[in-house]
């Protein structure tokens, strides 16, 4: 299984084993990650599972589409690392993923 691993609000590294096949979000989701709120389930519509990608990972990833960078466009301190974490889907090329949770609520 691939893990990945987060990185809280508070700093706490998580290293979690992650099905092949669900997304990052559903990931943080099911294991209790603090900061992902994912208010629409992983439709691409509220912005808060938004989270910054390691510098090392961001160029393994898909190419962003134009619904997550709008979407995007809402969120808290966007960067240049910013994504939406229900459009990544896990995969064993993705085993070791690093990710920073933003600030997603209050």
Not at 5 to 12: A, R, S, T, V
Not at 25 to 30: K, Q
């Amino acid at each position: 299984m691939p893990k990945v691993i987060f990185h809280d609000l508070e700093g706490q590294r998580h290293e979690i084993d992650a099905a092949v096949g669900n997304t990052i979000m559903e990931t943080a989701i099911d294991n209790d990650i603090d900061g992902i709120v994912a208010e629409c389930g992983g439709a691409c519509a509220c912005a808060t599972c938004h989270s910054y990608i390691s510098e090392d990972w961001i160029a393994k990833l898909p190419t962003m589409d134009d619904m997550e960078d709008a979407m995007l466009d809402s969120a808290l301190d966007r960067k240049d690392n910013s994504r939406l974490t229900c459009q990544i889907t896990i995969s064993d090329e993705l085993d070791g993923i690093e990710i920073v949770v933003a600030q997603n609520g209050d």
